[in-house]
């Protein structure tokens, strides 16, 4: 099961697995494209807050491109307590 807490939205579970399911690093627009029911400027202001809770990295300053971690994955596998993210 994957944990909620007191810094998550119900999004972010939907915008980490587009990350997951690409395999790759993407831009946020490419997120946008391929999820249902979160707005761009939803996902736009997620992103660096997964970011700083260590389930995404930022991986091209640039260009904007994020990629997900191995904690991140962690997460949607149910491998992280709800200890493990506040």
């Known amino acids: 099961m994957r944990p909620l ?3 998550m939205t119900k999004s972010d579970p939907a915008i980490l697995e ?5 395999g790759l ?3 946020p627009g490419v997120v946008d494209y391929h999820i249902v029911g ?3 400027s939803t ?3 997620r992103l660096p807050i997964l970011v700083e809770h260590g389930l995404l990295e ?7 491109y994020y990629e997900i971690t191995d904690r991140g994955r962690a997460y ?9 993210l506040e």
Do not use: Q, T
């Open 43 to 45: 996902i736009d202001r």
């Open 58 to 64: 930022k991986v091209d300053e640039k260009r904007g």
């Open 25 to 27: 690093a993407i831009p």
């Open 5 to 7: 807490v007191s810094w």
């Open 38 to 40: 979160v707005s761009g």
């Open 76 to 84: 949607l596998a149910g491998e992280l307590e709800k200890g493990d």
């Open 18 to 22: 587009v990350f997951e399911e690409a």
